[in-house]
Structures are given as C-alpha cells and as structure tokens.
C-alpha cells in the first residue's frame, strides 16, 4: 500500500437538506474554522500512515535490519502501533463520535465509520496477540506473518483515514454546524 496525498477538499456545494441550491462560498477564515477538525485528524493519521507503511515496508524488506530495526524493534514498534491506533479510535468513540452524531449520521453506530473501527480493531487485536507472543519468546518474529496479519484489515483501515477526514471537511461540517458551534466541538 502507498501512501497517498490527503487533502480535506471541498466535494460539493449542495445542502443537506436535498436542497439543490449551492451554499455561498466560505471565506478562507471561515474555511479554515469548519475544515481545523480535518486538518487536525489528517495530522492523526498522517502518523497512522507512516508508521503503517514503515512496518510494511520492515515486513518486506530482504535485509537483515529492515528499516534499520531489529526484531525486537519491529515488534515493540508494531506494538505500539496497535496501542496508539487503539487508544486514538477509543477517544473518538467515547469523545468525538457522539457529539457528532447528534447532527451527522455518518457517526452513528450502524454506520460505515464505527463498522470501520470494528473491522480494524479485529485486526489489531490479531496483530497485538501475535507481536507479544514474538516479544514474551513463545514464537519467533516471522515478517511473513506480521504482514499477513497487517493485510487482513489494511485495506479497511487506509479507507477508513480518508473516509473520517472528508467527513470532517469543511464542506460537510458547514452543513450540520454554525461557525459558532464549530468552536464548541471536541478536538
């Protein structure tokens, strides 16, 4: 998987409501208030993305030291992967998602957001389970396997960067928040 180019960017300019009739323009300062919970979860997971192509990329490698790390190295920073990537989708479903929800049905439960995070945080859970069995000695690190089991959910989970970022752009919050109310959302 490569990493790609994430922007917050403007998709359309209809209402929610159905109706056709564009929104006004934003000013670059207003802009810049409704797309601040974008660009701050895209810096989020703009660690996510290079942390998860660093490991990818130690998992492939033919060299010795992939990336410089040992194997030792490679399942503490796989580790602390699962536990940063978990902590993060913890803090927005007890934080964030549902002061959401209350206008954006993008981060009800039901939907593609939070059936995202179930799907990776059972990727994780395989991953975390696998990595401490290679750290506690109980089986030998094979990058093989530790890329075998990033596979599993990796393509849900890069979808998932980009789907939650242009959720939160400026262009789909203006329709659900006041620039008022922007000031007041978590993050």
């Not at 934003?26 to 701050?40: C, G, I, V």
């Not at 492939?60 to 030291?65: G, H, Y």
Request: proline fraction near 6%; aromatic fraction near 6%; glycine fraction near 4%.
């Amino acid at each position: 998987m490569s990493q790609k180019n994430h922007q917050a960017c403007p998709d359309s300019t209809s209402q929610p409501d159905g109706n056709n009739e564009p929104l006004p323009p934003l000013s670059p300062k207003d802009f810049q208030t409704y797309n601040r919970m974008a660009e701050h979860m895209d810096h989020f997971h703009n660690n996510f993305r290079l942390t998860w192509n660093q490991l990818q990329d130690a998992c492939t490698s033919t060299d010795k030291k992939p990336n410089g790390l040992s194997p030792r190295q490679l399942i503490i920073a796989g580790l602390g992967f699962c536990s940063q990537l978990d902590f993060h989708h913890s803090i927005e479903e007890q934080h964030i998602f549902p002061v959401l929800a209350k206008r954006m049905p993008e981060f009800r439960r039901e939907l593609a957001l939070l059936t995202q995070h179930k799907q990776i945080h059972k990727g994780l859970e395989q991953l975390e389970a696998y990595l401490t069995k290679c750290l506690s000695g109980e089986v030998d690190l094979q990058r093989e396997e530790m890329k075998r089991l990033m596979d599993a959910f990796g393509d849900v989970l890069w979808k998932h960067l980009d789907e939650e970022v242009r959720t939160l752009a400026a262009e789909n919050m203006r329709r659900h928040w006041s620039l008022q109310e922007m000031a007041q959302l978590p993050m």
